[in-house]
């Protein structure tokens, strides 16, 4: 649990960012290595982690669905205490998609230490995939102790921005589109943007919240 994948800039970090990964990918997914270099590039030291049901498949372990989200909360927990005691600095806490919803249930605990100033989500669950009359995942948002920042892609299948358009978020959210982005943030291939751009503007987004905290 504290082995942590490390993404360090170059200068005083602006603050750390602990990210877990989403339900069926690992830690060093294509996704989690560019949004964690990107982040990095601009100011941020990030530390990534993996759930424990994750790193058993590494060892030829059961591949079977991932636990419940609020079964992965105490993992995420310590894990988060891990980190506080490596970083003397501010943290962030987040993840994607799965990783993210953990985090959220994480920013409502009463126990959250004062140190974590912050959540970020990178593309939240908001309903199961192409599912938007199934009972949406709000409960967590509106429950954060800590001001949020869910970085969503406008087409994406788990809470796209025209159904997203539609409905009122809770206070504690700040939502910010990723161009043309799939549940992943990569555009279709005839939009202007690129997936490497939109990683890069996620990043930047990121860290202008991180200096508003």
Known sequence: MSDFLWNRPEDQPLATLLLAHGAGAPM????????????????????????????????????????????????????????LGETEHDVM????????????????????????????????PFHPAGKPDAEWRLEPLANAKRPVLVLQGERDAFG????????????????????????????????PATLDGNISAAAARIAEFAKTL
């Open 160 to 191: 796209s921005r025209a159904e997203l358009d539609v409905i009122s978020l809770p206070k504690p959210v700040q939502l910010s589109y990723i161009d043309d982005g799939s549940h992943d943030f990569g555009p279709r291939g005839k939009a």
């Open 93 to 124: 806490i987040g993840g994607k998609s799965m990783g993210g919803r953990v985090a959220a249930m994480l920013a409502g605990a009463d126990s959250l230490p004062k140190r974590v100033k912050g959540f970020c989500c990178l593309g939240y």
């Open 28 to 83: 060093d997914s294509v996704f989690m290595e560019k949004i964690a270099a990107a982040a990095a590039e601009i100011g941020l030291l990030v530390a990534r982690f993996e759930f424990a049901y994750m790193a058993g498949r590494r060892s030829g372990g059961s591949k079977r669905p991932p636990p419940k989200a609020e079964n992965l909360v105490g993992e995420f927990q310590k894990a988060l205490q891990s980190l």
